[in-house]
């Protein structure tokens, strides 16, 4: 079983940026691999980016590449997405998910974390 929690979310300016982070408990996160999604409102769930518990692959929807940088500390049970240059479009709950492949669907991901919330302002 893995728990995970994010945090990191808030209100920021086009064109600035913010730092999430997802922090696994009760387990470690290795050898799992890590995703984010993010929601906005009346939309499906959106592949944001996953990282392989090696962290020796990264992998990015086109649009957050080159804007979106996912990182892990294994020994921290932690995965932070720095997010840059963020759009009015980034605005969404982001959620972080775990399991044993890194995949763009997900319905891949048994294990969710509850969501943080970004919103940009235009």
């Known amino acids: 079983q893995v728990t995970l929690v994010e945090s990191g979310g808030g209100l920021v300016q086009a064109g600035g940026s913010l730092r999430l982070s997802c922090v696994a408990s009760?387990?470690?996160?290795?050898?799992?691999?890590v995703a984010w999604f993010r929601q906005a409102p009346g939309k499906e769930r959106e592949f944001v980016s996953a990282i392989k518990w090696s962290a020796d692959d990264t992998y990015y929807a086109d649009s957050v590449k080159g804007r979106f940088t996912m990182s892990r500390d294994n020994p921290k049970n932690t995965v932070y997405l720095q997010m840059n240059s963020l759009k009015p479009e980034d605005a969404a709950v982001y959620f972080c998910?775990?399991?044993?492949?890194?995949?763009?669907?997900?319905?891949?991901?048994?294990?969710w974390g509850q969501g943080t919330q970004v919103t940009v302002s235009s």
């Open positions: 009760a387990r470690t996160f290795s050898p799992y691999a």
């Open positions: 998910a775990s399991e044993t492949v890194a995949a763009r669907n997900p319905r891949t991901y048994e294990f």
